[in-house]
């Protein structure tokens, strides 16, 4: 029996990449996104390159209902989820002040608070079985504050604690979580964020989601409890982690013009 993994965000970037991988292994997959018609459009690739099966669930994970209708899906005995690839996430950009609060507070409801729960469903379901695995997307902006992005930064530095404390908790079990940290990636986050300040920055430290996914899975599949594509966001990371607070705050502002 071919493994089966749920991918949610899955209509682009990011998510699709996973998904396109995945099929690629011969995964057979349950994708999720609020866009059905960009979903449908997958579900015909995959079945056309790889004959795996695909199962269509379109959800705004920011609806209650909608949220835990996924999160039954997790818990399905009898078409268990073996892995869980929790990707859907978006951001904002600006001052905090200037900005929206309904739209700050669906990028917490989605990023935080939709991954959480899919998270428990997934793993409650996965540990009597001692198999299984979940994925979580974070971002190299959460290894410090970000002036410009303060609530998706706090999101992702949520997403990046909280999963490496159950890959610690979960030792043992025969259940893997893994968070990943891309940074700049080449998806449609920057024009859904409004942060047209990066189109400012060199190709050189731009990724493909494609590149992202394959550091990713290779390095779920060697157990680590964190992913961190590409040297240069690698080298980021390490700076992030040792260099003072205050220091990290005033490059991001200085680099937002904020």
């Known amino acids: 029996m071919s493994e089966r993994a749920l991918v949610t965000g899955a209509s682009s970037g990011i998510?699709?990449?996973f998904a396109r991988a995945l099929a690629e292994r011969g995964t057979d997959l349950v994708v999720v996104a609020r866009d059905q018609a960009r979903l449908r459009?997958?579900?015909?690739d995959v079945l056309d390159s790889h004959g795996i099966t695909c199962e269509v669930l379109a959800a705004d994970l920011t609806?209650?209902?909608a949220l835990e209708a996924v999160a039954q899906r997790l818990a399905s005995d009898t078409e268990p989820i073996d892995l869980l690839v929790n990707n859907a996430g978006f951001g904002t950009s600006g001052r905090f002040v200037e900005l929206p609060l309904a739209g700050e507070r669906n990028e917490i409801e989605l990023n935080v608070v939709a991954l959480h729960r899919l998270t428990h469903a997934a793993?409650?379901?996965m540990v009597p079985r001692g198999s299984g695995g979940v994925i979580n997307v974070s971002s190299i902006g959460g290894y410090q504050p970000a002036p410009g992005f303060a609530t998706y930064s706090a999101t992702k530095a949520f997403v990046s604690?909280?999963?490496?404390?159950?890959?610690?908790?979960?030792?043992?079990?025969?259940?893997?979580?893994?968070?990943v940290c891309p940074g700049f990636t080449?998806?449609?986050f920057q024009a859904r964020a409004g942060a047209g300040e990066t189109s400012r920055l060199p190709d050189f430290v731009w990724q493909e989601a494609g590149e992202v996914v394959r550091c990713a899975l290779r390095d779920y599949d060697r157990g680590r409890a964190v992913s961190v594509p590409g040297p240069l966001n690698t080298a980021l990371a390490a700076f992030a982690s040792i260099a003072p607070g205050i220091a990290g705050r005033k490059v991001a502002a200085a680099t937002l013009g904020i």
Do not use: N, W
Request: proline share 3%.
């Open 15 to 17: 998510g699709d990449a």
């Open 123 to 125: 793993v409650t379901a």
């Open 161 to 179: 604690s909280f999963t490496q404390a159950i890959h610690e908790e979960l030792h043992g079990t025969g259940v893997k979580a893994m968070v």
């Open 41 to 44: 459009t997958l579900e015909a």
């Open 63 to 65: 609806d209650p209902a």
């Open 186 to 188: 080449r998806t449609e």
